[in-house]
C-alpha cells in the first residue's frame, strides 16, 4: 500500500537538535520532491522543507535557513530532515509528503495520503 511513515520526533530545550526521518512507498515517494511540512497550532500545515532529488536542489522557507538540513535516500525510499538549533516556534507535528511545484511555491501533492506526523517540542 502507498503509505508513509513519519519518526524521530521528541521534546528538547532551545538550542537542542533533532533528526527526522520517514519512509514512504507507492506514489507517497517521489524522485522528484519530497518535502516536510509542520502543522503548529492556530496556523496551517505549512511546507518547511523540501528536497528536489533529481534536480539536485533543496529548498527551505527562511525561518529554518542554516538550521534544518534535508536529505534524501532514493534507494532506501526515505526522507530526514536534521534539525539544529531548535527554536520555540518549530513546534509542531512534522510530516514528510511527496510535492510539486505550482506558480514558483512548493505544494504538497494532490495524492498525499498524510502520514500520523511526528511531533517536535521545543521548550524555552
Known amino acids: 500500500q502507498a503509505m508513509i511513515s513519519e519518526s524521530g520526533g521528541g521534546s528538547v530545550q532551545a538550542g537542542g537538535s533533532l533528526k527526522l526521518s520517514c519512509t514512504a512507498s507507492?506514489?507517497?515517494?517521489?524522485?522528484?520532491?519530497m518535502a516536510w511540512f509542520r502543522q503548529t497550532p492556530g496556523k496551517e500545515r505549512e511546507g518547511v522543507a523540501a528536497n528536489y532529488h533529481t534536480m539536485g536542489r533543496t529548498y527551505y522557507i527562511d525561518p529554518v535557513k542554516g538550521r534544518f538540513a534535508i536529505s534524501q535516500d532514493d534507494t532506501e525510499h526515505k526522507l530526514h530532515l536534521q534539525m539544529d538549533d531548535l527554536k520555540p516556534e518549530d513546534t509542531g507535528v512534522y510530516y514528510c509528503?511527496?510535492?510539486?511545484?505550482?506558480?514558483?511555491?512548493?505544494?504538497?501533492?494532490?495524492?498525499?495520503?498524510w502520514g500520523q506526523g511526528t511531533e517536535v517540542s521545543v521548550s524555552s
Open positions: 509528503a511527496p510535492c510539486v511545484n505550482v506558480k514558483g511555491k512548493m505544494q504538497v501533492s494532490p495524492a498525499v495520503r
Open positions: 507507492g506514489y507517497q515517494y517521489s524522485s522528484y520532491c
